[in-house]
């Protein structure tokens, strides 16, 4: 079991905006920025959003995340078909790190999008 | 251009061991902590292991820890993870990630930015 709560799937139709949802607690998305990565089967994941709300060059602007409190969520609108795809969000656990340099790095369970 | 190539994954008996390498190539490798990440069937990404930029830290998933090893050989430019002691709910595809940083006024944050495409390994009889 994830310590970042994702819904296992959404769908939309082309052209739609859907929204992951991805939740936690103050240990983690409440004390820490949240990240967002794409992910095909077969092929490296990919990194979508970075501090909450930035994309990385070359992500195209109908990507968008944004966070509140212990939650967080990614838009995509204007749904396309090779947006069909496994979507992760990520931060840092700070009541997991112990004795650690870093925090833990937590993964939500995943969302796959598909297109209807 | 900044790249990450897995190898070394394979079907092995429990209790048998694997190593994984995975090669970087457009960056100081040297100056980045590196990650292995793993997918098991169906599941979700979860971390496994991690080193830091000269190879004197590494820290472990419970899940793993006395059974598998997180090395890096700077010169080759390359990361790897010796996996010993097997088991079947080792399956899964294994991903090495680099840890970047930035800096928000003077905020230092650091995440996974880049990504190999990944290596299978399957345990099993």
């Known amino acids: 079991q994830s310590v970042l709560t994702q819904p296992p799937s959404v769908s939309g139709t082309p052209g739609q905006r859907v929204t992951i949802s991805c939740s936690g607690s103050?240990?983690?998305?409440?004390?820490?920025?949240v990240f967002w990565y794409q992910h095909l089967p077969g092929t490296a994941p990919k990194l979508l959003i970075y501090r909450n709300s930035q994309r990385p060059s070359g992500v195209p602007d109908r990507f968008s995340g944004s966070k509140s409190g212990t939650s967080a969520s990614l838009a995509i609108s204007g749904l396309r078909s090779d947006d069909e795809a496994d979507y992760y969000c990520?931060?840092?656990?700070?009541?997991?790190?112990?004795?650690?340099?870093?925090?833990?790095?937590?993964f939500g369970g995943g969302t796959k999008v598909t297109v209807l | 251009e900044v790249h990450l190539v897995e190898s070394g994954g394979g079907l092995v008996q429990p209790g048998g061991s694997l190593r994984l390498s995975c090669e970087a190539s457009g960056f100081t490798f040297s100056s980045y902590w590196m990650y292995w990440v793993r997918q098991a069937p169906g599941k979700g990404l979860v971390w496994v292991a991690r080193i830091n930029n000269d190879g004197k830290t590494t820290d472990y998933a419970d899940s793993v820890k006395g059974r598998f090893t997180i090395s890096r050989d700077s010169a080759k430019n390359t990361l790897y993870l010796q996996m010993d002691s097997l088991r079947a709910e080792d399956t899964a595809v294994y991903f090495c990630?680099?840890?970047?940083?930035?800096?928000?006024?003077?905020?230092?944050?650091?995440?996974?930015?880049?990504w190999g495409k990944g290596t299978t390994v399957t345990v099993s009889s």
């Open positions: 990520a931060t840092w656990d700070d009541s997991l790190s112990g004795p650690r340099e870093l925090g833990i790095w937590v």
């Open positions: 103050g240990s983690n998305i409440g004390n820490n920025y």
């Open positions: 990630t680099r840890l970047t940083f930035g800096n928000y006024y003077g905020d230092y944050y650091y995440y996974m930015d880049v």
